[in-house]
């Protein structure tokens, strides 16, 4: 996970984040990953 402001040409939006996906093992490694995402959102957000 890195700062996405350096991978847009202009001033971003609103504040992002970039996810690399090369070390992964495949999709169900992924979808773990996105699961875990979601879990943590969910407990910092209510």
């Not at 070390?23 to 943590?40: P, S, W």
Request: glycine share 8%.
């Amino acid at each position: 996970m890195a700062p996405g402001r350096p991978y847009f040409a202009a001033e971003p939006p609103a504040p992002y984040i970039r996810f690399s996906f090369v070390a992964v093992a495949g999709t169900a490694e992924i979808t773990e990953g996105v699961r875990r995402l979601e879990e943590a959102w969910r407990e910092l957000t209510g």
